[in-house]
């Protein structure tokens, strides 16, 4: 199984962008997917995660209310949309999925499979 994410760029704080992970090689509808990123120097962070339907998400506290997750199983393709964008979101932004279904969760020692990454640079 393999996930491609994309959609990153340079955009100006206040700006939007949409992620998103494309799921290949296994039945998408079975498991979880997360969003995590990575900023230089820093550890990686998660940011948001939703269940299999996408009938459950949770969200860090750093991006409640600015970011959505949501996922189209038929396009076997999640999604993270981020809104009122800042200088601290600057990072890499990778998404992430388990080998076996299971419930989301924060952290990502419980993602076995993980996306390319994708730059999200944003200009104060």
């Known amino acids: 199984v393999q996930l491609v994410d994309s959609g990153g760029g340079l955009v100006q704080a206040g700006g939007s962008l949409r992620l998103s992970c494309l799921a290949s090689g296994r039945p998408f509808n079975t498991y979880p997917v997360a969003w995590f990123r990575q900023a230089p120097g820093k550890e990686r962070e998660f940011v948001a995660s939703?269940?299999?339907?996408?009938?459950?998400?949770y969200y860090s506290d750093s991006v409640k209310g600015r970011f959505t997750i949501s996922r189209v199983n038929t396009k076997k393709t999640a999604y993270l949309q981020m809104n009122n964008l800042n200088a601290e979101d600057t990072a890499v932004y990778f998404c992430a999925a388990p080998t076996v279904p299971k419930s989301p969760t924060n952290d990502h020692r419980a993602y076995d499979i993980w996306g390319q990454g994708t730059q999200v640079t944003v200009s104060s």
């Open positions: 939703i269940n299999w339907s996408g009938g459950t998400t």
